[in-house]
């Protein structure tokens, strides 16, 4: 590590704490990186390492498909009259089913680098390419998962890991389609899967869930089934699950049932804070309020949403019911924390007509309110203590870098305005502590170069259809 973080402590003069900012902030923590202090207006210690600029919670990213970053900006051609959600779908399994395990790692590798460098101190992995290119389970069947752990454990991001259940197609129990061969598996060989990776999870310090994929690709039996099994693993994991997010999808829920996505969701699955419902994009009113009292976390995916032309979330409406809410990157068109809050806050500008919409009374700052609940929802969503400075959470933290000069003297809420509205393309952000340990100095990841070659490499082979 080219800066050990000397003492297990941190000190900064301003500091984003979940009540609101404070001064000369002292963060402690254990041998094992979680949280034994956390103290405002202390004097800098001797010896203690002093935060180059503002210090911000790590933002848990509570949604992510690793292999994606290998195709983004690869589908922003217009192929036919209308391209689609589903004919951008249709380029991305196609680069689904080329890639091999080594490929999968070192994309994920150099994501998991990037999403570290762009503030984004762990990841919680919808992972669904389980198989090989026929769609045959490989002789570990862990092969892919244990894949992306490595890629996790080397590039030292916080990891939820989330093995897909995908069985179908469509709604009323669609036979998958052949470009869907990698992905399906039975709900019995689902629950083995989780019963191999529970060891290894917690070897990592990475926690386990489940993403029944959408309601599109797993039939009520199973879906039933599998939360049952889950249970019987680990009765608090995370559940995961895209919903609601294109409008074909809920005239095809209502077709088939007669119910809205949520609303089926709700009346046939006992949701609560363990779950994180991702998108939620298509709702009624009935559907906002009953979602947000069912304490499931609205999984907030802005940058992707806009990519594929999903539609814009009603996060008044959430907020009013007093919703859970938190940010992913999903495809990873964009990976940086700070643009996801952007990009959502102007979703809903443009929506609404107004400014400065995701504010509360108590935190009329636009960029500390949302980054304060989405770190709260993205810790829930991942199942682990990261949920900013408070003793007892992972000592996860971004420190602004307070000589960029988009943030150059200003005060904390100011600096943090300015890094999420106004640094763009440009990386405001000096270092990253995962668990105390420093993954970013200096703006850079100690292995941002391997991660980038490997990166380089595994997107050659693949646009080149090399193995
Ligand atoms: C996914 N992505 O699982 O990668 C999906 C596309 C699907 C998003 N929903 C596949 N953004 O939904 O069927
Ligand atoms: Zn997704």
Not at 22 to 34: C, E
Request: proline share 5%.
């Amino acid at each position: 590590m080219t800066a050990p973080s000397r003492n297990h402590a941190l000190f900064s003069a301003d500091a984003l704490l979940p009540a609101g900012w404070a001064r000369n902030v002292l963060l402690r923590w254990s041998g094992d990186g979680t949280l034994v202090e956390v103290l405002p207006d202390q004097r800098a210690p001797a010896g203690v390492d002093v935060a180059a600029g503002p210090l911000l919670p790590g933002m848990p990213n509570l949604h992510s498909h690793a292999f994606q970053r290998g195709i983004a900006g690869l589908t922003e051609f217009r192929a036919r009259d209308q391209d689609s959600f589903w004919s951008w779908r249709a380029l991305m399994y196609r680069f689904a089913l080329q890639l091999d395990p080594a490929q999968l790692e070192a994309i994920a590798f150099g994501l998991y680098v990037e999403m570290l460098e762009a503030g984004y101190t762990s990841v919680c992995e919808f992972h669904y390419v389980h198989h090989d290119r026929d769609g045959r389970a490989y002789a570990d069947d862990a092969e892919l998962a244990l894949a992306v752990m490595r890629a996790a454990r080397r590039a030292g991001i916080g990891l939820t890991l989330l093995p897909v259940l995908y069985q179908t197609s469509g709604f009323g129990g669609k036979p998958p389609s052949e470009d869907q061969r990698r992905f399906i598996r039975t709900t019995d060989s689902m629950l083995a899967l989780l019963e191999r990776l529970k060891p290894q999870c917690e070897a990592q310090g990475a926690r386990l869930g489940l993403a029944p994929h959408s309601l599109r690709a797993v039939p009520p039996d199973p879906l039933r089934d599998a939360l049952a099994g889950l249970d019987a693993i680990d009765a608090t994991a995370p559940i995961h699950i895209h919903i609601a997010e294109q409008t074909q999808e809920v005239d095809d829920c209502v077709a088939w049932s007669g119910q809205r996505p949520v609303a089926w969701l709700l009346d046939h699955a006992r949701i609560d804070a363990r779950w994180c419902l991702v998108h939620a994009t298509h709702m009624d009113a009935d559907e906002y309020r009953l979602g947000a009292a069912s304490r499931a976390v609205a999984g907030l995916c802005p940058t992707t949403e806009a990519n594929l032309g999903d539609g814009i979330f009603d996060w008044s409406r959430w907020q009013a019911a007093g919703g859970a809410w938190g940010v992913g990157s999903d495809s990873h068109i964009g990976v940086n924390a700070a643009e996801e809050l952007m990009m959502l806050e102007y979703g809903q500008r443009l929506s609404t007509r107004r400014r400065n919409v995701i504010a509360t009374p108590w935190q009329p700052q636009v960029a500390t309110a949302m980054t304060l609940a989405a770190v709260q929802g993205g810790a829930q969503a991942a199942s682990r203590p990261v949920a900013g400075f408070a003793v007892g959470q992972r000592a996860d933290a971004v420190v602004l870098d307070a000589s960029h000069p988009a943030i150059a003297g200003l005060s904390g809420p100011d600096a943090l305005s300015a890094h999420v509205f106004a640094s763009h393309r440009t990386n405001a952000i000096h270092s990253v502590y995962v668990g105390g340990q420093v993954r970013v100095h200096a703006t850079a990841h100690a292995e941002r170069h391997a991660a980038r070659e490997g990166f380089r490499q595994a997107r050659r082979q693949l646009l080149n259809g090399a193995p």
